[in-house]
Every structure is written in C-alpha cells, then in structure tokens.
C-alpha cells in the first residue's frame, strides 16, 4: 500500500520536474494528481510537461525488476546504460547509498562498481558497470525523473 511518505516523495518529484499530472495505480486503486492550472498555464508551450504514468509494484515484485543492461551503440563499441526501474535518477554530482561519491565524466570504473542510483518509492536500484570502462557521458541530469529503458550513461570500454 502506498503510504503518505511516499505519496508526498512522489508529489515533490512532479513538482520538481514541472509534470501536470500524475496517475499511479495499485490494485483497484487509482491516485490521480493534476497541477493547479495557474501553474500549468504558467509554463511555455514548448516546455509542457508530459504525462506520467506509472505502475506501482509490490515490494516482492520490485526486487525481481529487470537489471540494468548495457546496449551498445550502434555505431561504435559504446556501452549505453538504462534506467533499470522509472523514478528520480541520481548521477554526479551526488553520493550511492553507502556514501561514496559517484564518478563523473572521465572517470575510470570497474566492473560492479555502482555508478548512479533510481529511486522509486524510497526504494533505490543501483546502476552498475558492467566492466572496466571510462564514463564517455551522463544522458540525464542529477534528480530528473526518468523511464524504465531511459539512457544514464555511455561507457566506452577499456
């Protein structure tokens, strides 16, 4: 069940990230959450916010989410990492759950090592190299909001 804490962690990340609505779905349960039209007037045409939809898992669930995994780029030997859940993603600046700073742009990371975080929920998914690599880009931006299959980061393997 959805509890206030996260309803309220979830209302914040709209808000952050100018979306206008929101519908989670649990069950036979439906939250739907609209911005104020004041403020959904209030932003640009060209920069409205889309419509987010997302399907709440039960704890058990969550754990059995696919892991991230690396899709190469078509034209060369990069490795593109995606969003291994939809939820805020966190990359440099920032720090994993154990307090380590994540790596930036240029850095050398090994096989395992987490790279960045999503959280969904209060619930974080590690994103981890796949092998020893260079970061070559960070897709996103720290905190923003992202999609299941979304890219994080490309890694050029060494």
């Given at each position: 069940m959805l509890d206030l804490d996260?309803?309220?962690s979830i209302l914040e990340a709209c808000k952050k990230n100018k979306i206008a609505e929101l519908i989670v779905r649990k069950d036979s349960v439906e939250i739907r959450t609209v911005a104020p039209a004041g403020a959904a007037a209030a932003m640009p045409a060209a920069a409205a916010a889309?419509?987010?939809?997302m399907q709440v898992a039960d704890e058990d669930e969550a754990d059995e989410a696919p892991a991230a995994a690396p899709a190469a780029a078509p034209a060369s030997n990069?490795?593109?990492?995606t969003a291994p859940t939809p939820g805020v993603a966190y990359v440099y600046p920032g720090t994993t759950i154990d307090k380590e700073p994540l790596p930036n742009v240029g850095d050398v990371v090994w096989a395992g090592q987490?790279?960045?975080l999503v959280e969904a929920m209060k619930m974080f998914k590690e994103v981890t190299a796949p092998q020893k690599a260079k970061i070559v880009k960070i897709k996103v931006e720290n905190e923003q909001l992202v999609k299941i299959g979304d890219a994080l980061f490309e890694l050029e393997p060494l």
């Open positions: 996260s309803l309220i889309p419509q987010v939809s990069a490795i593109v990492l987490v790279i960045g």
